[in-house]
């Protein structure tokens, strides 16, 4: 089984973003704008992100809420358009207090429809909201994204990621909290594959949560789950159980 999980490598997961593009890139004016939110304080940054072609930014957010100034990494790569929605490759980080551990990182694939905001990712009590601007030409009539809820729980203390999600592609979220001397980080890597005939598909999954330098639970698996089913379970050590479920 270990030959068909996902391996995660590095400090965060972000995925090889297609190639070859640029030659067939279009001329619309695209932009996607990010909104991270922790409770009443959002951090937000909108950039140019043109079809085929990398887009990247390393600095300060604008702050709304009142909350601390911090500085965020975003990252995004943007697909032709296909049946009125256009792919977003995206990888988001919001910097804390302290270098090396930023409290939010997040990195997936989504579908959007431009003009529409979406609540792309969550982690802790962290929540992603994806926007695209632009015109897009002609009628939208591709499908809606499922979302992909899942948690590692141990004893009192749970650690949920959500995504909205689209089959064989990779999402991962990490989260730094707790004690400046003896952090707590979270890891998670989550797999959906392509549906069956019955409509449950596969989940693989990689955990793995640390506090200082100490290894709490290392754990990787698999779940099978169907949209609009209920959650599935599996244990993940030390007493740990992890969980997830598919929302239509």
Request: charged content about 25%; overall charge positive; some cysteine.
């Amino acid at each position: 089984m270990a030959d068909k999980l996902m391996k995660i490598r590095g400090f965060l997961l972000f995925f090889c973003l297609a190639l070859g593009l640029n030659g067939a890139a279009r001329a619309e004016d695209w932009a996607v704008r990010m909104k991270a939110v922790h409770g009443r304080d959002s951090y937000e940054r909108t950039q140019a992100s043109p079809v085929g072609k990398q887009a990247n930014y390393v600095g300060k957010a604008l702050v709304r809420g009142g909350g601390p100034a911090r500085e965020i990494i975003l990252n995004t790569y943007l697909h032709e358009p296909e049946e009125g929605l256009l792919r977003l490759d995206y990888q988001v980080e919001v910097g804390g207090g302290q270098a090396g551990r930023p409290p939010f990182q997040v990195a997936g694939k989504i579908r959007l429809r431009p003009g529409k905001q979406v609540l792309a990712a969550g982690a802790g009590g962290w929540k992603l909201i994806l926007e695209l601007q632009g015109e897009a030409e002609g009628e939208t009539s591709g499908k809606g994204s499922g979302t992909l809820e899942a948690s590692l729980k141990c004893g009192r203390v749970s650690y949920p990621v959500s995504f909205v999600y689209l089959p064989d592609e990779q999402y991962s979220a990490v989260l730094y909290t707790g004690d400046e001397d003896a952090p707590r980080k979270f890891m998670a890597g989550l797999l959906p594959k392509s549906s069956g005939v019955d409509g449950t598909f596969l989940l693989q999954y990689a955990l793995q949560l640390k506090e200082g330098s100490r290894t709490l639970v290392s754990n990787n698996g698999e779940l099978v789950l169907a949209p609009g089913e209920g959650k599935q379970t599996a244990a993940a050590g030390k007493g740990c159980v992890f969980s997830a479920k598919a929302l239509r």
